[in-house]
């Protein structure tokens, strides 16, 4: 079956434009290849823009390299934001979207292809066989192929940013063996692992990582917002210089793996830098696709804008800041249930210094990890009351703690929203509010709404009783979906503006 291709050649020659013109806010949603070059691009590559005949456009980077172009060494197509389209139409554009945001996840990337494929079809409730036919409709490539190219990408960013030994890269890249890995690498990118090397390491022995994002992202907001969410011990920020850092557990298929990580923002150029201790340099996939979570590095910021601008003027570049670890964030969750965020924030202080293992890291602000869910689940009663933390939140985060120490729940951003949900408001001292909220920044769903969040409630200008305020809420919001995660964000932020109504004309008057 060909490829569905419903582009015109208008749409080509928009994408032209925003080819010469260096458009950053098209920056993920689309390659170029040049034909007379071999070479594919991102839109806001920095050399001179090729003559239009040359040109082929794609939708997606494993449609460019199956047409037999190469990633440019120069704009480097694995550092730009991935696609985050939403459908409400489609049923298939929707399977091939939830499919390809699995395979961003590196914890897909590992095993045997077909194995990996089953799974993947497995987890979406269809056949591998309709996997491939609806992939080969609507991008004309299969879900393997898009592994690969995930995969491959990947190697290409560890070896370019990172010393990483060839072996550690082919593996942390979901490669089983390191022969298959380089006869791949030299097959598709026609180079050796070697000469991709340049040199990657900064003066503190971390290793730094280019992320890019789609503009506008308003980085003082979200630093802002992380700020006074700050544990100390766990995490830090330096408001004036853009630059945030903390310690991390990251649980990946080759193990678990411990250490610190570091962001510095470039808002001019669109990208911020990833850097990394050596202890999270073997999960590096794993914590740049969590980091691009907590960022919300691949919002598009204008199809949002598109339907909350309205109502909320001026919030184009706000973000909705994510999760770097579900379960630390559920837990925090539960804490700030009828509290300020600062109170929250000394609660989950207490609550990692009691039970945080310690972690030796070059800054002493850095020096604790946040507590495991097996270490929350065989805390006592007494020990948790110690810490001011009452008795209903209490049985909150243990149920939490066993449910994800035990497998039960899934905390991460690939779990079924319904299922989670349900599970969270079927343990005690859980509430739709703190599902929502989970849902919203662990579970990446951007149209998660609490509606019954008092601060919402305030600056949408809602009055009655809170059931009353609640279902208005709701009403009132069906207008933003499936955006309605940023339309929280932008409310919080005090942007709301009410849009009049227009009063139909009486009959005989003029219009």
Known sequence: MPPMDTRTPTDDDARYLALCARDARFDGRFFTGVTSTGIYCRPVCAVRAPRRANCRFFDHAAQAERAGF????????????????????????????????????????????????????????????????????????????????????????????????????????????????????????????????????????????????????????????????????????????QRYWRTLRLHTPSGTHT??????????????????????????????????????????????????????????????????????????????????????????????????EPLETPDPALNRLFPTPQALAGASADELGSLGIVRQRQGAIQALARGVAEGTLDLGPHADLATTTAALTALPGIGPWTAQYIAMRALRWPDAWPAADVALHHTLGLSGTPRERERACEALARAWQPWRSYAVLRAWAGLYRPVPVPTPALEGSPS
């Not at 609806?134 to 995969?151: D, I, K, W, Y």
């Not at 630390?328 to 300020?340: D, N």
């Open 259 to 356: 250490g610190w990580f570091g962001l510095r923002f470039e808002p001019e150029r669109h990208r911020v830098w990833l850097h990394a201790s050596d202890g999270l340099l073997p999960a590096l996939p794993t914590l740049i696709w969590r980091v691009r979570a907590l960022c919300d590095l691949d919002a598009d910021p204008h199809a949002i804008d598109a339907v909350l601008g309205a109502h909320f003027p001026g919030g184009t570049a706000l973000r909705v800041p994510g999760a770097i670890d579900g379960f630390e964030l559920a837990v925090r969750a539960v804490l700030g249930q009828q509290v300020t965020v600062a109170a929250a924030r000394t609660l989950a202080g207490r609550l990692v210094a009691r039970f945080g």
């Open 70 to 241: 190469r990633p440019c060494l120069r704009c480097r197509p694995e550092l730009a934001p991935l696609s985050r389209a939403w459908s409400t139409q489609d049923a298939g554009e929707l399977l091939v979207q939830h499919a390809t945001r699995l395979l961003d996840d590196p914890a897909q990337w590992v095993g045997e292809d077909g194995p990996a494929m089953q799974r993947l079809a497995a987890k979406l409730g269809v056949s591998d066989r309709h996997l491939r036919r609806v992939f080969e409709a609507h991008l004309g490539v299969s879900p393997l192929q898009v592994l690969h190219t995930r995969r491959l990408l990947a190697a290409k960013q560890l070896l370019t940013d990172t010393r990483l030994s060839v072996g550690a890269v082919a593996a942390a890249s979901g490669f089983s063996s390191l022969r298959r890995f380089n006869a791949a690498l030299l097959e598709r990118y026609g180079l050796s692992p070697t000469a991709m090397r340049r040199r990657g390491v900064d003066a503190s022995g971390s290793h730094a990582v280019a992320l890019g994002w789609r503009p506008p992202l308003d980085v003082p907001a979200l630093l802002a917002f992380l700020d006074a969410r700050r544990l100390p011990g766990v995490d830090a920020i330096d408001l004036d210089q």
